[in-house]
């Protein structure tokens, strides 16, 4: 056996991902030697409490409460507790004592990132942060150095693997999204408090790290557009699936370029139509992907689990070995770039295809109304279709009006559904959804 | 306007990829000093002949004939003339002078990567191939770094975007193998003489790049397995739907545990029938996908652009702006890990799924007989489809016979079908073929 230089790691955290990495380090620790090319020693694991009971068989000795102590005289801290505080602190800790460290903290970076980028950049430590952004998914490298030399246009990511879950049985079952989502929380897809997942939150903070990356730019969390997918029942799935559409929540990162050649981004996460014939539509079950579109190297896609304790801790111990390596070859990090630091704009400025569901009187001259009212909103139509619904013995006839538009400027959209709904002849406006992928 | 250090890039070839590269550099010269953090300044182009016409607009003075004299002095030499010789000595003389390396030279690498990486390792330098393997789909770098802390189990790749455009165009239209591919050589799809792309050799160069690096080993080309896909015709593609497959041309790298515990892999190419509900099923036109099974990240899928001049430009540049940032960071090379050095075992060792379509004598008994010779050659069948073909007046009824397998040794069945084949009972072995993706 080679006779490998050894290199301290630090492990914060125990938890569904944490107690994987730590079973794989001592597990796999010889062939992860060779692959390294250093001996990567497991020195101890902070945890709140030594004596819970974990899953895995890991020495007693291993654990203690004192995360501070732990961290000095690293080489390698593996962050794996979650939150802000005091991850955020332990994490600087690192980093100022001369560790590099490896993070799946997306929480934190999406709020926190510039700061610890900057502290990383001050003394040349790395900060990785594969799992952050799609689980097991390898995203962060491709976008970090297989693109640095392309410009990347657009980035459509399924990065939430509970609500992909979700929509995906509403699509395929006809499902209401009360009884699956009760069904995922039953199954462990989704948590009790399910806030996080299907109000779009956790989507959101991958999707400003993601942009981050891809345009250099800071991106702060609240500059994110956030909807959730809690409006979307079986009816809005039956008519996505009439159309050819299915709807998924997406992540969407966006350069946009004035006729000027100025340059903004926008980032958003919504549930969106998607073709069917896309390959975003045919991702399944809890898995994720990423779609990237670049200037020149076309349509990428990045397919994968995006959750889930041990997948996760594949991207965690890719990193690992990341920074052993770098520990042996020298050098400084080369740090984030934020060197564009475009503006991200908000929604209200994003050009998307609308698909508009109205429920209007059924009598003659209602749809020559609706279209005035559109065409005044600058807001072109491409599709309609009308079917009239049975309102029922007695009850004044209603038609369905499904209108697919052109490409249309967020606000103006937003603004003439506002018209459409006190115009006098739409009785409801039964969903307006955004069409993506074009 | 940043003042960044400089470093010398020198550029071998100017076809496709290369033009496209030389474009991008200058085009972008003030994005791409940011990050890569120095300024990347194309010193020289060279080419056999400065006066041929060129598509792009180059200064004509960048052009030179003398390769050696370039390469002095350079730090970063991307070589993209393709081919053995001169690629492999200008290479070598560029990793000798100090100089980091950029290739998408996928024959070079398949057949002289030790040589290269050996050099390369002496001196502390690094070689990057991400276009050599993919074209501009991001694979080396999650194989390489992503994946580093995890064992790969399987990789199955669509890489050869040719053959997919050719197999995917008989599946949607029932066209013939000839057609499509007389079509394809029109459109620009398929060389004037294809063989490199439908006999199987670009797309074994590739697997042998993709195994050597997913399994730290040294796979010499002449150890992968290839078929191509001429013999594929309406009549395969047309019962490979009835199946729910459809015909793929995959490269297949495999780990092989043995029930001791010793390890080897396999690596083949070769048209095999994957389901249609498998992700790489859905890879159409001349697109290139790259589906992975490691054993913590579970499967995961790269997808995108194959080929194409300023597409694979994109996974050039990519290299270039890591080797541009290496050289400001400091530090040596990490290089190729071969520590594992698996053996190679030839294509009789592998297990895989068959269905194997014979016409047989309608006659009493010969199921039976078919059957028998089966069970004897360890070959345990799955499912079969009888249906008797209208052999025209006077002739004797003959059935065909569909028999799918559960896994079987290729060696068995290869020698149980000479078996049939010489039974009395088989008419005509129409074809066999390995089903993948399980």
Redesign the interface.
């Known amino acids: 056996m080679t006779d490998y230089r050894r290199l301290r790691v630090a492990l914060l955290g125990a938890g569904a991902v944490g107690s ?1 990495v730590a079973a ?1 380090l001592r597990q ?1 620790a010889d ?2 030697a ?4 250093a001996r990567l020693e497991l020195v101890g694991i902070a945890v709140r409490d030594v004596d819970a009971p974990r899953e895995t068989d890991l020495p007693r000795d291993l654990f203690t409460t004192d995360a501070e102590s732990l961290i000095v005289g690293s080489d390698i801290v593996i962050e794996l507790m979650g939150g802000i505080e005091p991850a955020r602190a332990y994490i600087l800790q690192a980093i100022n004592s001369g560790a590099d460290v490896v993070t799946a903290n997306k929480a934190l970076l999406a709020t926190h990132g510039p700061e610890i980028f900057d502290a990383a950049d001050q003394v040349g430590a790395e900060v990785y942060y ?1 799992a952050a952004a799609a689980g ?3 995203i ?3 976008l970090r ?7 990347v246009q657009r980035i459509m990511g399924i990065v939430n693997g509970t609500t992909n879950y979700i929509l995906d049985r509403m699509d395929t079952e006809g499902a209401e999204f009360a009884d699956v989502l009760a069904d995922a929380q039953r199954l462990g897809y989704a948590e009790a408090d399910p806030t996080a997942d299907v109000e779009g939150f956790d989507a959101a903070q991958k999707a400003a790290i993601l942009a981050s990356l891809a345009f ?1 730019t800071t991106v702060p969390l609240d500059a994110v557009h956030r909807e959730g997918i809690t409006a979307i029942d079986k009816s809005m799935m039956d008519a996505a699936r009439h159309a050819g559409y299915v709807i998924k929540l997406l992540a969407v990162c966006e350069r946009l370029t004035e006729a000027s050649g100025s340059e903004s981004i926008s980032v958003r996460v919504y549930p969106a139509l998607i073709d069917r014939a896309h ?1 975003l539509a ?1 991702v399944h079950g809890a898995n994720n992907a990423v779609f990237v579109q ?12 995006g959750a ?1 304790g ?2 996760t ?10 920074a052993a ?2 520990h ?7 740090g984030e ?1 934020t ?2 630091n475009l503006p991200v704009v908000p929604v209200g400025r994003v050009t998307t295809r609308y698909q508009i569901t109205l429920e209007v009187d059924d009598q003659a001259g209602v749809l020559a109304t609706v279209a005035g009212i559109l065409s005044e909103g600058r807001v072109s139509i491409a599709t309609v279709e009308q079917t009239v619904i049975d309102a029922g013995a007695g009850e004044p006839a209603v038609a369905r009006l499904v209108i697919g538009t052109h490409k249309a400027l967020e606000q103006d959209l937003s603004e003439t559904v506002d018209r459409l709904a006190a115009s006098g002849v739409v009785e409801r406006v039964v969903s307006v959804l955004r069409v993506e992928g074009d």
Chains 1, 2 share one sequence.
Not at 145 to 151: C, E, I, P, Q
């Open positions: 994987q794989l796999h062939e992860l060779d692959r390294a090319g594969e097991a998914i390898p962060i490298r491709p150095d297989s693109l640095a030399g392309d410009r250099h390959p045919s670049a200037e020149a190297a076309g349509n990428l896609m990045f397919y994968g689990a889930g041990v997948q801790a594949s991207a965690v111990l890719g990193d690992v070995v990341s390596r770098r042996i070859a020298g050098g400084v990090g080369v770039s060197l564009a």
